[in-house]
């Protein structure tokens, strides 16, 4: 295990880190559809893996006491073999967030598997709006049962909905699941997507978003991507983020470098983070930068909000 390094300031805790590797021949890749574009991902990654042991040693440098693994897609896909390999050669470092379909019928068997074999934390879903604009995929009679896997485990669920723009078609579907396993915990992948939007003193906090305050088993990462949006719109990260704990609470906000995705050095995500909490009292920094998402994704761990109602 990497010790951490004291480099003074609040401890932060990792709650949105990819990895990857370039050994294609143990690792086979999928990189169609990637953002960037295939010859220009596949230099990166040939290049610049953000593999386990690299990610531990940036943590390690910039005072991170952990942080889960997140299934990295534009790579990956429904892959998970590398990122449960590096969860089990480093035990109680990297508990794994997987990515699978919950509509396939035969996930619910497949996340049993992995949750009895591996320090799973999370499942991951993620998918587009249909021709009509809804998403079945999160609450279909197919997809229900793979929620009740992951009620049954203790789970935290992670939904990232395309395209990234707060919405109310994909937020009441997740309001209703939020209804329907209120013990279960739902994590929005960058918040939601909260944008610039044109009224100022929502600071990004669209409606939408707003409204989704009376679902205390949901909970929200604010990532690097979330700043750059921040960056063309307008919003300032420090103001959002008072905004969004005078709203949502801290014990419900959380940070996620999104490494291995964004890129931009470790240190300087890091840097960002402590930053966007500079509008915090020390019990909000505490929450925002490590105790929330330490709480969902450190198996053992029981968020601070379940602690302070309990």
């Not at 497949?110 to 998403?135: C, W």
């Amino acid at each position: 295990m990497n010790p951490i390094i004291d480099i003074g300031g609040d401890p932060v805790y990792d709650s949105h880190a990819h990895v990857f590797t370039n050994d294609e021949a143990r690792y086979p890749m999928d990189t169609r559809n990637a953002r960037e574009g295939e010859e220009n991902l596949r230099r990166r990654i040939a290049a610049e893996p953000v593999t386990a042991e690299r990610l531990l040693r940036w943590w390690a440098e910039s005072g991170v006491t952990g942080g889960s693994a997140v299934q990295y897609n534009t790579i990956y896909k429904k892959d998970n073999r590398y990122l449960l390999d590096m969860s089990d050669t480093h035990p109680g470092r990297l508990p794994a967030v997987v990515m699978l379909d919950a509509q396939d019928p035969e996930t619910p068997t497949v996340l049993e598997g992995m949750v009895l074999r591996h320090d799973i934390v999370g499942l991951r879903l993620f998918g587009y709006p249909d021709e009509t604009g809804a998403y079945p995929w999160l609450d279909s009679e197919a997809a229900l049962r793979t929620w009740q896997v992951a009620d049954r485990h203790g789970l935290t669920m992670v939904v990232m909905y395309a395209p990234g723009v707060a919405a109310p078609a994909p937020l009441c579907r997740i309001a209703g699941l939020a209804r329907r396993f209120p013990r279960l915990r739902i994590a929005l992948d960058h918040f939601g997507w909260p944008s610039g939007g044109d009224d100022r003193s929502q600071l990004g906090l669209v409606p939408a978003l707003v409204a989704m305050r009376e679902y205390r088993n949901v909970y929200y990462k604010l990532t690097t991507i979330n700043f750059r949006m921040f960056d063309k719109a307008g919003v300032d990260h420090a103001a959002f983020v008072r905004r969004a704990v005078d709203i949502m609470g801290a014990d419900h906000v959380m940070w996620g470098s999104d490494v291995g995705n964004t890129l931009e050095t470790y240190a300087d995500m890091v840097a960002q983070a402590r930053e966007a909490a500079a509008l915090l009292n020390a019990k909000e920094r505490r929450l925002f930068l490590h105790d929330t998402a330490c709480g969902l994704f450190q198996r053992g761990a029981v968020p601070a909000g379940e602690r302070a109602a309990s």
